[in-house]
């Protein structure tokens, strides 16, 4: 008798490799399908509300990694005030006006 | 032109949006505010007319931040200060005719020393400025005697050639005695100002009120002009024949020649020094007079009550406060205006008929209604007539003839008001925000225009709390350049390993200090983020037929391992929900880090496993574990997910047979896991430091056997374990059935022995015959017919699975 067989060995389908770069784009489509950020919203509507005033970045080509630091921060502090019961509403802006637009047109 | 600045805009909000959306940033990203937006123009109108009504506004000709290269004003955050070479000159004011103090030594030639680094504001000079606090000598020098502060004679005497001093002065004695220009035809006079300083030159200022802050606050108490021949594109005007049409900083050279040919240059020599650059071009800028619109910080005690609003702000890291009190204490009046066309205007109107100006709330709020139906574009598309609320008419001449202002707001203007057009108009008039969360340049930028538009209207910040980050740098601290060759973009890491390790990244960084990102720093970060990742996967498999609705084992019916690791588990959520709540999120991740590689993997997992694989699959035993397990997976998930907000939902929608509560659409609908009181026994807490401690040293000793080649396995030993006391009581306590589950060695033996102070170990050859299937080595293997090779728990396992179907 194979006694390996007999064991418990743990089962998943979570995959060991990540594959992120993949698997991600799919994440923010079923996200995106479920409407989470409205889901989150509804789901804290009657909870006390925590304001985070996005900052508005100049509407100026691609972002940088300092874009990316900025908003990725903004984005840990509204998910775990989320998870800590708060109603997280968040309204992303853009600085539009300017030289530097005046300049490239 | 303004069509195709909004359509620029529009096509980059797309493209920027897009990017932060693939980070994984939850936000209404079908409803994001534009500060181009119609609605958001109008109620910038309207806060232009909320200040108007403060009677804070003014125009003025001042000197302001210039770029000659861009020709426009420059806001105090548009100014970057870098190094710049200029020569500095050493200048003669003749003072024969002076008369004064100076009269008894008009034989000696005097002249008043002064020193500056802009030689080509020398044309506008109108002044010299002292220190009224100040004593001044004049001293012999060469033909002529020179006056300067007596405190500054020495650490020149050699550079401007200086003898005996002849008199001394106090500042006041001098004060409207007048000098002669060094060239012009044309009377120049001393005057006193406290923001004259010995840090550098001779304690004599050359002051030129159009070029300088300091040169126009101290002339204006003379009733001095501000008096600028430079046109906007930073050429002398007419006025100034002799450099006429060349640039101000060509003409440094001309001016030191000429101060040479007329024999008033006593040094020059070439300085570093840190000068204030136009942030978009580059170019080093000047202080130059123009008409401009400002915000007095001093009507309606502006910057009194913006430096009180400061201390009612929670700023994190806390020298935020010093960084932006200093910068609104010492701050000149806010101009307001640009001379540029893509903006929201400032509603203003020029009277043809006597030339006043009239800038009203009145006027602003007509204007508002108008840019709400057609945007700011309205200002300058539509007849002045249209521009012109019922009845309006010049309030000096009772003219009707205007024409329409066409300076534009400062864009710190459109992004400082947000918190109306954005968060009030949302959230209702009294709203404050709880945060605003930007890099720590905005001290002077956004934190700064947002405070003083909110003050001056509303006599409040528009903010409680403000978290500062700093700047992204190269692996070794340098700043990232295109030239340079180390920038390191976004897209590239989300290409290479996912959004998932950039967040993590962002985590793992003391944001509060600049910022490191390198190759090598992600890699690392991809290996941690690895460890989370199986660690998932691990509490996953073994859920596999776990049912907590009927497999739940009641915390107090744990095994004391069980209970350990659930007590670890409350200070993790502990330190995490502290961490988070303090904004430390480089404290998450190592408490992360810890849990899943020290407590989980190291010890929890290795010691359990026994338990999950060979244990009866209901047996109580292994229930426990999968309780304990199910826990710390529903807690673990939550923690991680502000973070790794890809994987915890991919781990969300993984975990098999989650009870009600536990099963949202989502982790992001799920709750911040709650640290279970019961969780928490200090006693047995002590205990397990105890038995950790000895696990070390079992593992040591088991270690030197495996190198000798005396043993395989751990399960191939046992311990015998001899001592005395308390601390022998603790491993009492635990028995030797559970201490071996811990070392993960066949057997253990306690031996009480009082005359052994310190704890012995030993390791011995295990009693019994290996178990096919566990592999301990225990009582029972070979006495059981139908499985002779397997231990009596194994055996018992194996007979019960075969009688149920």
């Known amino acids: 008798m194979e006694y390996k067989q007999t064991l418990n060995l743990p089962s998943t389908d979570f995959p060991m490799r990540a594959r992120l770069p993949e698997r991600e784009p799919a994440a923010i489509e079923a996200w995106e399908r479920m409407d989470i950020y409205g889901r989150m919203q509804e789901h804290r509507a009657s909870a006390p509300k925590f304001l985070l005033h996005d900052g508005p970045p100049y509407a100026n080509g691609a972002i940088h990694i300092g874009h990316a630091l900025n908003k990725i921060l903004k984005d840990i502090v509204l998910k775990y005030k989320a998870l800590a019961g708060f109603a997280t509403p968040y309204r992303p802006g853009w600085d539009c006006h300017g030289l530097p637009i005046e300049l490239q047109v | ?75 105090e955050a548009e100014v970057d200060y870098d190094e710049h070479r200029s020569i500095s000159v050493y200048v003669a004011f003749p003072a024969e005719g002076a008369g004064g103090a ?42 002529r005697s020179l006056l300067l502060a007596a405190a500054m004679v020495e650490g020149l005497r050699d550079k401007l050639g200086l003898g005996r001093t002849l008199a001394t002065f106090t500042a006041a004695e001098l004060e409207n005695l007048e000098l002669r220009h060094p060239w012009i035809d044309r009377p120049s006079r001393i005057i006193l100002g406290d923001h004259v300083t010995l840090e550098a030159g001779t304690g004599c200022v050359h002051t030129a009120p159009g070029h300088g802050h300091d040169d126009f606050v101290v002339g204006s108490t003379y009733g001095l002009e501000a008096y600028a021949p430079v046109d906007a594109r930073g050429r002398f005007s007419a006025e100034v024949p002799e450099f006429e049409g060349r640039f101000v900083f060509e003409a440094d050279p001309a001016v030191v020649e000429l101060l040479a040919e007329r024999g008033v240059l006593l040094a020059s020599e070439e300085i570093e020094h840190s000068y204030p650059h136009c942030w978009r071009c580059k170019k080093p800028i000047i202080f130059r007079a123009t008409e401009q619109w400002f915000l007095s910080m001093e009507d309606n005690n502006l910057r009194a009550r913006a430096l009180a609003e400061i201390d009612r702000v929670q700023w994190i890291p806390d020298w935020g406060r010093e960084r932006i009190y200093g910068m609104v204490k010492n701050r000149p009046d806010w101009c307001l205006s640009r001379q540029r066309a893509w903006g929201v205007p400032i509603i203003a109107l020029h009277c043809q008929d006597c030339g006043s100006i009239e800038s009203s709330a009145e006027l602003a709020l007509h204007a508002a209604g108008l840019f709400e139906s057609e945007g700011a574009d309205a200002w300058f598309a539509r007849e002045i007539a249209e521009l012109l609320p019922p009845g309006f008419s010049c309030s000096s001449c009772g003219g009707v003839n205007f024409e329409r202002e066409r300076d534009i707001l400062d864009v710190w203007f459109d992004s400082g008001v947000s918190f109306s057009a954005v968060m009030e108009s949302e959230f209702g008039s009294g709203v404050i925000s709880d945060l605003y969360l930007e890099g720590s340049d905005q001290h002077r930028g956004w934190f700064h225009s947002a405070l003083l538009a909110s003050v001056a209207t509303r006599n409040r910040a528009p903010y409680k709390a403000v978290l500062t980050h700093g700047f992204v740098l190269d692996g070794e601290g340098r700043k990232m350049s295109k030239s340079f060759g180390n920038v390191i973009s976004p897209q590239d890491i989300i290409k290479r390993y996912g959004a998932d390790i950039l967040r993590l990244w962002v985590a793992a960084q003391d944001y509060r200090e600049d910022l490191r990102i390198s190759d090598e720093i992600v890699k690392r970060l991809a290996d941690s983020y690895r460890r989370v990742r199986n660690t998932s996967r691990n509490l996953l498999g073994n859920l596999a037929d776990f049912d907590p609705g009927t497999d739940w084992v009641e915390f107090s019916q744990l095994p004391e391992l069980d209970r350990w690791i659930l007590g670890r588990l409350h200070d993790f959520i502990s330190r995490c929900r502290e961490a988070y709540d303090a904004y430390e999120f480089h404290l998450v991740y190592h408490a992360l880090n810890n849990f899943c590689s020290v407590e989980l993997s190291s010890l929890y997992f290795d010691i359990v496993k026994d338990r999950l694989y060979c244990s009866a699959r209901d047996s109580r035993e292994r229930r426990a574990a999968q309780t304990t397990m199910y826990q710390i997976l529903q807690a673990l998930v939550r923690v991680v997910a502000p973070v790794m907000s890809f994987t915890a939902e991919e781990i969300w929608k993984s975990i098999p047979n989650a009870s009600a509560d536990d099963r949202a659409d989502s982790v992001f609908l799920s709750d911040f896991p709650a640290a279970e009181e019961q969780w928490l026994d200090r006693d047995s807490a002590g205990r397990w430091e105890g038995i950790w401690k000895l696990r070390g040293e079992v593992t040591r000793a088991l270690e030197e056997k495996r190198r000798d080649g005396e043993i395989g396995h751990s399960l191939d030993t046992r311990v015998i374990l001899s001592g005395s006391g308390s601390e022998f009581e603790v491993l009492e306590a635990l028995g030797a059935a559970g201490l071996a589950e811990v070392f993960i060695v066949s057997e253990v033996e306690l031996k009480r022995d009082d005359s052994i102070r310190s704890l012995l170990v030993e390791v011995v050859a295990p009693r019994g015959e290996k178990c096919a299937r566990c592999w301990i080595h225990a009582k029972g293997v070979g006495s059981h017919d139908d499985h002779p090779q397997l231990c009596d728990r194994c055996h018992a396992v194996i007979v019960a699975a075969a009688g149920t179907p």
């Open chain 2, 102 to 143: 100076l009269a008894p030594y008009a034989g000696s030639k005097p002249a008043v020393a002064i020193w500056t680094t802009t030689p080509w504001t020398l044309p506008a000079n109108l002044a010299v400025a002292l220190n009224p606090h100040l004593d001044y000598v004049l001293v012999e020098a060469g033909e």
């Open chain 2, 1 to 75: 032109m303004r069509r195709k600045c909004r359509d620029y805009a529009d096509r980059f909000v797309g493209i920027q949006r897009d990017e932060f959306r693939r980070l994984g940033v939850f936000a209404q990203w079908d409803n994001p505010y534009l500060t181009k937006d119609f609605s958001f123009e109008a109620c910038e109108a309207r806060e232009l007319a909320a200040v108007i009504e403060t009677g804070g506004l003014y125009r003025r000709r001042k000197p302001v931040h210039w770029c000659a290269s861009c020709a426009t004003a420059l806001a």
